[in-house]
């Protein structure tokens, strides 16, 4: 007898949990269909391999809907997806379709957005008569890249190779004959003389810097205008010693013209002397003028 009891049990368990789930599948499936909202259809002029029905439609990420149907449109040419959305009617007249990928899973996804003017240039153009209301739509991202692709692709091919290579080769053979020619080895020949020139001179500037000839002409002007400094301190004194009252102003004038002359002969040499250092290091000085400042790291 209670045998009997457990097989009832468990065969009513079993009929139960039946019901149960099948409750819950016909509320799910009900909810959904009775779901509140509106029939559109966008038409599509590519594959919308991916696309299944009842999947998504959202507008900037956020679902709004569901694909309700997938099917070729009269012409036989777009794909109608029509598409149960819960939006006001206001903004979906001003929305534009477009396919989206789901990451990396292959599957696509309707996405809704705002029209720009230059989505309804590319939007297909419909002939016929429409069941639903219509949702413009605009070429998938992907579809796009494929474009620009056979774009550039027919580009190339409509380029004439051959010629610009025979142009390559004319342009290259101007050059060879350029180079080659009586004009431009008259140029290397003024180049080189022109650094011949210039190796002169420099060899010529260290000859007189190193034989000392600056230096040893500088230190007899300096001994000669230090001699005339002492006669004429000499002639000083010997006047000052003398005191005769009957020197005039005449020759006090005259003696202050020797002492001015003296000072600038003095200032000669001292002039005389910076020159000849300068140029026993900086020879360069006789052609360019003042050396350069010193750098930072030459201080």
Known sequence: MARKTS???VGLFIIAGSLIAAVAIIWVGATRYFQAGK???TYFDESVQGLQKDSEVKYRGVTVGRVDDIRIA???RLIAVIMNISMREEAVKNLVAQLQLTGITGLVFVNLDLQKPED?????????VSEYPVIPSKPSEYKRLLGSVEEIVNKIKELDLKAVSEQVKATVGAIEKFVESKEMKGIMANVEAATT????ISAQIDKVVTEGHVQK???????TLEGARNL?????????EVKLPQIGGRTRSLLAEVEATTAKLKDTSDKLGQLAERLEYQ???????????PRWNEK
Do not use: W
């Open 7 to 9: 097989k009832f049990l």
């Open 283 to 293: 020879p360069s000085d006789l052609l360019f003028g003042k050396p350069p400042k």
């Open 217 to 223: 002409t500088m230190v007899e002007v300096r001994a």
């Open 39 to 41: 029939q559109y259809v």
């Open 120 to 128: 309804l240039e590319i939007t297909p153009k419909i002939d016929f």
């Open 197 to 200: 020139n210039l190796k002169n």
């Open 232 to 240: 004429f301190a000499g002639l000083r004194k010997d006047l000052d």
């Open 74 to 76: 009269p012409d036989n």
